[in-house]
């Protein structure tokens, strides 16, 4: 068998050839190392992540303890009585209707007397 023949099935069985013995293979360190940074990195992410998550935790309590604050104060005002302004409606007013524009029989029993603002 010639040379480039052994060249060639060396190559075929592990594309470096038959000169690196196989538990000093610098690739295999290079794939090691290389998944070895990947979990290092990962790790990294999720300590990161989850410290950032109770920050967020924590944040959202406090706006959750704002909201309950804010409506009570809402619920507050809304059962407190309204003070009206403006006439009174169970009083009677007199008012003068002598020489107003009017409609109907002047010895009518009810009068009813409109306001309006045209502004």
């Known amino acids: 068998m010639g040379r480039a023949r052994r060249e060639f099935r ?4 592990g594309g470096r050839g038959n000169d690196t013995p196989p538990g000093n293979d610098p690739l295999r360190w290079v794939i090691v190392a290389g998944v070895v940074a990947l979990i290092a990195v990962g790790f990294m992410n999720y300590t990161a992540t989850r410290d950032f998550r109770k920050e967020l ?3 959202f309590e406090g706006l959750a303890s704002n909201v309950a604050q804010i409506g009570a104060k809402v619920n507050a005002i809304a059962a407190a009585p309204v003070a009206r302004s403006g006439p009174d409606p169970t009083h009677v007013y007199a008012i003068k209707t002598e020489k107003a524009p009017a409609e109907g029989p002047a010895t009518a029993p009810v009068t009813i007397a409109e ?3 045209f502004q």
């Open 115 to 117: 306001f309006s603002d």
């Open 10 to 13: 060396n190559l075929d069985r």
């Open 57 to 59: 935790d924590a944040r």
